[in-house]
């Protein structure tokens, strides 16, 4: 159409011969013109359509690339095989060393050593209930120094012949209320090898001989532990049955109702006996924020173990009580514990046992992983014991943290009236204790 336009226009310019002749020639310089415009308007044309096509190309492998990225990402973000393997297992080993001096009732010192390796495993879904195994192995060795108190001054201490134990072997059970995973209401199930102290009588500051407390009286309640009524077997293990219902309140708070049985004995709490005349032991516990926002857990709890001994060591007979143990939190920095234990059935060496005491952690002095502990028991002898004195043990002990892993911790305890008995010198017992844990 442009090369037409041109030519009429210059065929309308001719008027003469003269003209025609000079004309002749721009007429073919335009003719070459007009075909050189339309060749170019043609190869736009191709140029535009190439183009096009280049640039859907070009955005197909764009998106391919992306595409192959992402796919890349997401293999990336799979979990390994190896990865898939451990999903879900927890395990913690532990080394705990105690040098002990005593001061009274003969000058003593000793040395022990314990470690504890332990280790939880997934179990798979049965429905929406969950399951776990836990396993812990124990060994040490070193007896500590005797005070001839009723509580023992060194809680980690292990006999005097080393030896490796099975402490604990457990299969748990947790069963979500109302159909669904997640839900904050459960029903736990366990069966196995277990410590009793591991779901019963336990206390946020004043549980753990390895970091907070090492005197007997102050790590459990003393007429279940020092006392003798848990029964369990040496290792501290028993095997036994644990039914719990564990459920929400307000969606910060805990409220817990328990029951346990476990041989007891010399035979059924080393799985050579029945269940018959073992301990049963009931627990209710409230836990979480609870005074101005303050973490604190109260429990009230009661027992009785069939299977446990007069104070001749040999007889059985019934031992029954009830004890309550308190944590609360009363500041940002402090914490306050107490227990009670009180006798209603059997002869023991002491039948009435009250302890309460205190943690400060190193915020207050600018080393927010130290912490400071002091506590004092009364645990008066009974009345078959023949004895009318009381055991008063108090314990002082500093934590120093050096990091995550490592903490020195030096203490120092009172003992009066040792084994309740008023005519017994005081003893002092000096400790440092060194632990290392992963």
Not at 422 to 434: E, F, K, N
């Amino acid at each position: 159409m442009f090369r037409k336009g041109i030519l009429a226009l210059a065929l309308a310019g001719v008027t003469t011969p003269a003209a025609a002749a000079d004309n002749e020639v721009l007429l073919q310089e335009m003719r070459r013109l007009a075909e050189r415009v339309e060749q170019l308007e043609l190869a736009n044309k191709r140029l535009e359509t190439v183009l096009e096509q280049s640039g859907a190309d070009k955005a197909k492998d764009i998106e391919a690339r992306i595409e192959d990225v992402e796919s890349e990402v997401i293999a990336l973000r799979r979990p390994s095989a190896l990865e898939e393997a451990v999903d879900g297992i927890s395990a913690s080993a532990s080394l705990a060393l105690v040098a002990q001096s005593m001061d009274g009732n003969g000058d003593a010192k000793e040395i022990t050593a314990r470690a504890d390796i332990e280790v939880e495993l997934p179990m798979g879904s049965i429905g929406d209930a969950e399951g776990r195994l836990f396993g812990h192995l124990r060994a040490g060795d070193g007896g500590g120094v005797d005070t001839g108190a009723f509580a023992p001054s060194n809680s980690l201490a292990f006999g005097d012949e080393s030896r490796l134990d099975l402490m604990q072997a457990w299969y748990q059970l947790d069963i979500p209320l109302g159909g669904a995973r997640g839900n904050l209401s459960r029903v736990e199930m366990t069966v196995g090898k277990i410590d009793p102290f591991g779901f019963f009588d336990g206390n946020n500051i004043a549980d753990d001989e390895s970091e907070q407390f090492l005197n007997l009286a102050f790590v459990h309640n003393p007429l279940l532990d020092a006392g003798g009524a848990i029964g369990v077997g040496d290792d501290g293990g028993s095997p036994g049955l644990r039914l719990a219902y564990v459920g929400d309140v307000n969606g910060s708070n805990n409220l817990s109702a328990s029951v346990g049985l476990f041989g007891t004995g010399e035979d059924g709490a080393n799985f050579s006996d029945s269940f018959d005349g073992g301990l049963v032991i009931g627990q209710l516990e409230y836990s979480g924020k609870i005074f101005g926002g303050l973490s604190g857990a109260y429990r009230i709890y009661g027992w009785s173990n069939g299977n446990a001994l007069k104070l001749d060591g040999v007889t059985e007979e019934r031992h029954s009580g009830w004890g309550i143990s308190i944590d609360q939190q009363v500041a940002s920095h402090v914490t306050l514990f107490t227990r009670i234990g009180l006798s209603t059935d059997g002869e023991l060496a002491f039948d009435d046992a009250f302890t309460l005491g205190a943690q400060l952690d190193g915020g207050l002095w600018g080393r927010a992983k130290d912490r400071v502990g002091v506590a004092a028991g009364w645990l008066e002898a009974s009345s078959e014991s023949g004895l009318s004195g009381t055991e008063k043990p108090t314990e002082l002990y500093y934590v120093w943290q050096l990091n995550d892993h490592v903490h020195l911790s030096p203490s120092v305890q009172w003992i009066d009236e040792p084994g309740g008995d008023s005519s017994a010198d005081d003893v002092t017992v000096w400790s440092l204790r060194a632990k290392a844990s992963f």
